[in-house]
């Protein structure tokens, strides 16, 4: 089945910095990228995703980029604000709309 | 502002009890997942429904667990016999059209 691997598992940036956060998968049919950011207590938000078809997306501070040869995503957020403060988890679809998640990077930005 | 929704949020019980978390997916929405997430484990897929017909449960304790979906704007996940381990935080998900997962504020439960 599908594996995903998610790093680093922490981050701690400055109020501004950029934070990047990258994920490997193994299904190299799996084509389709979701980022969902958790803040305490909720559930997860769907942030931004990417399909196969493209190689970059981006929405305002957050884009995501997708190398399909190499089976790894990456997530870029810019301009960091405290409230980007949360764990966010990447994911890759494994068929029939079913995601494998990786285990979270807990992201703290730091006023 | 359509959203997914899920009672109770907080669930504290003694072992033995019976739970029934309910999930109200996205209108619209015909494909349901439920997650169990833990500091451990992480998010772990339980179950999904497509059209209220179960697909895969693979990831359910079947002795103690079950998942429904009586009617579209209903799915439930229930445990029977509930044990400490099973105190998790608990999510459904419901997909649009495009394949996006949105999930619900999830259940916390507690099992004594």
């Known amino acids: 089945g599908e594996n995903v691997e998610q790093h680093p598992s922490t981050l701690s940036v400055q109020e501004g910095d950029s934070a990047v956060i990258k994920c490997t998968y193994s299904?190299?049919?799996?084509?389709?990228f979701p980022w969902y950011k958790q803040e305490l207590g909720k559930g997860p938000q769907l942030i931004i995703d990417i399909r196969s078809n493209v190689g970059e997306k981006k929405d305002q501070r957050i884009a995501v980029t997708l190398n399909k040869t190499a089976k790894h995503f990456s997530l870029h957020i810019t301009e960091t604000q405290p409230e980007d403060s949360a764990v966010y988890f990447c994911?890759?679809?494994?068929?029939?709309?079913?995601?494998?998640f990786g285990k979270g990077t807990m992201l703290l930005v730091s006023p | 502002d359509a959203r997914v929704t899920q009672t109770p949020r907080d669930k504290v019980t003694e072992m033995g009890q019976e739970v029934t978390m309910r999930c109200q997916p996205i209108?619209?929405?015909?494909?349901v997942f439920w997650y169990r997430q833990t500091m451990m484990q992480g998010l772990e897929l339980l179950a999904y429904f497509r059209n209220r017909a179960p697909l895969d449960d693979s990831g359910m304790p079947k002795d103690r667990f079950s998942a429904e979906m009586p009617d579209a704007t209903l799915a439930t996940l229930k445990i029977q016999p509930s044990e400490p381990r099973d105190s998790a935080v608990y999510f459904c998900a419901s997909v649009s059209s495009f394949g996006e997962q949105f999930f619900g504020p999830g259940t916390r439960l507690t099992v004594l």
């Open positions: 299904d190299s049919a799996s084509n389709y």
């Open positions: 994911a890759a679809e494994a068929g029939y709309s079913t995601l494998t």
């Open positions: 209108l619209g929405h015909n494909t």
